[in-house]
């Protein structure tokens, strides 16, 4: 089965600046000085519940360096690509196949935060530059920190702090949660249930699933049984367009305010029609950011995908940014890795999300953004916070 990027399952893929000159003279002089392409890892789901945002990711990366002809600070791409599956049990393999076996100068890496954590511990112990286009698992920007590893996504805590307040302030007292049970799920609940509580909310019942299931009917007549204001969920991709049309389908729209984190609705906004009307999210990204990177980016993923990117794909972009801005600091050689972690740390640019900058976990400081689904769009309600920053706890990069 091929996604719409075009990976096989599990099969590597090189396909950008196929290396035959490097394969012509394998034992010369240094890459660099032979123009040899960068290689660029990329472990990214390609099939399975979160393969669009896989998709999504990988078409903003490329959409960036094809505006650059191929090249970032002169080194042309040579992206090799894995299918992660979102299998916490495949990604030590993959990532060893990646490292090891494909000897790739950069790793960029992955959705899912039991597939992440996995891939960082063997990222950290090889001392290769690593970036994170998604995967909030909050530790690896707080007690796993590494001089090279750079997140552009989020912490999963993140949007449910900025979703909790905002619930609170709406007037909301009672909730319930609902989410996939894995390091994504917990933690965007730990998130929620800090500033809900903190605002006097109360919640009521905290269910989860195992990820990646969809049965959701049994929460679902819980949650009815339970009568709370509001819901908050953490789901993504097709799992939650499944969600969200279940949720719909056993009619607790009507008496039940659904919340969540962003990734609730984005990539599927489309597809959820009316099922998804009225749902509330925080999150990073909202499409209609009065911006003009926001918009040239939009026209130009549409132009060449034929759809409107989702926070995926923004992520996508600030991470193949970040790059851009370290690889430039060394002229394009990898090797110089103190000047190439100085300016990624240091860099601060305009994101289609807004102003974007890292924290010293090296983590993104950004806006978090209220936004209700209607009609297919997430309509901009309101900025819930701005400059957020995830702690750093048990970090020291010094
Ligand atoms: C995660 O596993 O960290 C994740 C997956 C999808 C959306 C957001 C977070």
Redesign the pocket.
């Given at each position: 089965m091929k996604s719409k990027s075009g990976v096989s399952r599990r099969r590597v893929l090189q396909i950008a600046g196929a290396s035959a000159a490097a394969a012509a003279f394998p034992f010369a002089r240094p890459a660099i000085a032979q123009g040899a392409p960068l290689k660029v890892g990329l472990l990214l789901p390609y099939s399975g519940t979160?393969a669009a945002?896989g998709d999504a990711i990988t078409n903003a990366m490329d959409l960036y360096v094809k505006q650059q002809d191929g090249k970032l600070a002169g080194r042309t791409i040579q992206w090799i690509k894995v299918d992660d599956e979102?299998a916490p049990p495949k990604a030590t393999e993959l990532t060893t196949k990646l490292i090891q076996g494909e000897k790739v100068d950069v790793l960029i890496g992955t959705?899912?935060?039991?597939?992440?954590m996995a891939m960082a511990k063997l990222a950290r112990e090889a001392e290769i530059p690593t970036l994170i286009p998604?995967?909030?698992?909050n530790v690896l920007t707080r007690a796993q920190c590494a001089k090279n590893i750079f997140r552009t996504?989020?912490g999963?805590s993140q949007p449910g702090v900025a979703a909790g307040a905002a619930m609170i302030k709406a007037g909301i007292k009672t909730a319930v949660t609902y989410s996939w049970k894995?390091?994504?799920g917990d933690e965007?609940v730990d998130g929620f249930r800090q500033s809900f509580t903190a605002g006097g909310g109360k919640i009521i019942k905290e269910l989860s699933i195992p990820f990646p299931n969809v049965e959701f009917q049994a929460g679902l007549a819980e949650i009815a049984s339970l009568k709370p204001e509001a819901v908050y969920s953490?789901f993504?991709?097709g799992g939650a367009l499944k969600y969200l049309k279940d949720f719909h389908a056993a009619g607790l729209n009507k008496s039940i305010q659904l919340w969540g984190?962003g990734?609730l609705t984005d990539g599927v906004e489309k597809a959820a029609g009316e099922a998804g009307n009225g749902v509330k999210t925080a999150l990073h990204y909202v499409e209609s950011l009065d911006n003009a990177e926001n918009k040239k980016f939009r026209t130009d993923y549409n132009a060449a995908f034929k759809r409107f990117p989702d926070v995926?794909a923004v992520q996508g972009w600030d991470t193949t940014m970040l790059l851009d801005i370290g690889l430039k600091a060394t002229g394009g050689d990898i090797a110089k890795k103190d000047d190439l972690y100085k300016a990624m740390r240091n860099a601060k640019f305009n994101s289609p999300r807004g102003p974007f900058r890292l924290s010293a976990s090296q983590n993104p400081i950004h806006n978090f953004y209220l936004r209700e689904l209607k009609n297919g769009e997430n309509v901009f309600l309101g900025v819930a916070a701005t400059d957020v920053s995830d702690p750093t706890t048990g970090c020291s990069l010094a």
């Open positions: 979160f945002l979102s959705v899912h935060s039991g597939v992440a998604n995967a909030g698992a996504s989020f999963n894995y390091a994504a965007s953490f993504a991709g984190p990734f995926y």
